[in-house]
């Protein structure tokens, strides 16, 4: 579990963080999402007890942040978005030093590091120097790292930066497995999509503050004002534009006489939508379909950080 109470961040005078509320519950896996600058780095690194905050309090399992860092620390996994990775050892070498440094034992080690390996698609590269993986293959190691003493938390800032679609399909998948594993986890990324697929709840940062959170599904439905519907004729494309000009939650309506089709905005909730149907059907409208546009993480993240200054 990660909470953060009033989390404030300030470098001299300049606010990085403000005010953070966030409440993660054991099990979540929680995407953080903000443009550059946003404040995510500045979280995560305060979670990770490597940055201390200027007000506030963050907890992890219960444990501060602030107080008892050593606790902390044995509950998370922090994968950094710059990371260094000591290129004179082997793959398993480097893991084999991790897990040193938290007091596994070389018996344990021995069977725990193939285990990640496999787990991170890296089994093939065990004996291979560090420096000559992929970069995808770092960001997979580091990964691993940040398991090595199993921790129930894991903090993960942009694990997908900077890799090509068929590495971020990869990470993705073994975080899904991190996922069924019951590991809480947080991630950021501005690959909202992505985020979107493999997250629970969803939490969007601008300029260091929480501006929406909840489920992906919540956010849209919090912060679509107006859904886009479209509508197929076969035949009367004139009269339905009459028709839902004249529906007093529905504006901008757009003909594409080519294909017979319309499209509106509507600002009624769901029973409304299933009314306003009902009754283009009873008023004689041809109607082949009638269907509300998906508006994906993508939509709602330029909706909600509208104006926003991103200087
Ligand atoms: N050590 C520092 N001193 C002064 N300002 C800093 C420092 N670290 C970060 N900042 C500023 O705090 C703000 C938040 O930075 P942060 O790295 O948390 O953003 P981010 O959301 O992680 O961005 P990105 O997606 O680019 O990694 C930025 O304006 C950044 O310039």
Redesign the pocket.
Known sequence: MIETINLTKR??S?T?LNDLNLKIEKGTVFGFV??????????FSILATLLAPTSGAAFVNGYNVSTEAKEVRNHIGYMP?FFGVYDQFKTVEYLDFYGASYGISPAERQILIPQLLELVNLSNKSDVYVDLLSRGMKQRLCLARSLIHDPEVLIL??PASGLDPRARIEMREILKELKNMGKTILI?S?ILPELAEMCDEIGV?TN?ELVASGSVADIQEQLQANKIINVKLASDLEKAVLFFEDHHRVSTVTKNPNRDMLSFAFTGNDEEQIALLKKALDHGLAILSFSQEESNLEDVFLEITKGVDFA
């Open positions: 470098y001299g300049f990085a903000g443009h550059n600058g946003a404040g995510k780095s500045t979280t978005d800032d942009e950021s501005h940062i260091g």
